[in-house]
């Protein structure tokens, strides 16, 4: 059984969400360790440095342990982008080779399929096949206005404006993938890119919104 891309985006805003509440709390875990030096070095035996150092001990713990939330919730989504739905187009039912090649026999008994055999040379020599570059890519790269390769950011960003279209949505990575061209592998990266250089934003709801 399958999930939802819809799902996987959540789980994606989920991690993110706690990727930032990580960071938060490493920058006041170095605020708490500054603060601690600063009142070691006026009053090291004194009451402020006993509480100073309390704090600081909380908020380390309180950072191991979103560490450690931030690394389950990463593997979560691993598994659960090995499992999601990707929706495949259905293609029409091509005539069968066989039921095009049927001939109906002739009044006199004979066929046509057998007259045409009869009468038929054969024509020594071989047929040109025509060969096929190797190594040609599926997915054009996307180039800018001057001919070179666009960052894996910067095409995901130009698949979202297309998939987005101003709107506010959830995302699936299997979409943004098709649509950029990137491998799903790169998807991930290139969306915690557009979250540090702030071009995109994803809502408590796992929407995505262009800035």
Do not use: C
């Not at 982008?81 to 002739?106: E, M």
């Amino acid at each position: 059984m399958s999930i939802a891309s819809n799902t996987l985006s959540h789980l994606q805003a989920a991690g993110m969400a706690v990727h930032i509440a990580a960071e938060a709390l490493q920058q006041e875990l170095q605020s708490h360790s500054q603060a601690l030096m600063e009142q070691m070095a006026l009053q090291p035996f004194g009451v402020e440095a006993d509480g100073a150092y309390q704090q600081m001990r909380q908020v380390a713990r309180l950072a191991h342990e979103i560490n450690s939330l931030e690394q389950q919730l990463s593997a979560i989504y691993q598994e659960a982008s090995q499992v999601v739905a990707v929706d495949t187009p259905v293609l029409p039912a091509l005539p069968s080779a066989r039921r095009g090649r049927r001939i109906k026999p002739a009044v006199g008994g004979d066929s046509v399929q057998s007259r045409d055999i009869e009468d038929a040379s054969v024509v020594e020599g071989k047929l040109a096949v025509p060969k096929v570059p190797r190594n040609v890519s599926k997915r054009p790269l996307a180039k800018s206005t001057n001919g070179a390769t666009l960052p894996n950011a910067d095409r995901l960003l130009r698949a979202l404006q297309k998939i987005l279209k101003g709107k506010v949505k959830p995302v699936g990575h299997a979409e943004m993938a098709q649509v950029s061209g990137l491998p799903r592998g790169s998807v991930g990266a290139s969306i915690k890119k557009l979250l540090e250089t702030e071009k995109l934003a994803i809502d408590d709801d796992g929407a995505f919104r262009l800035i």
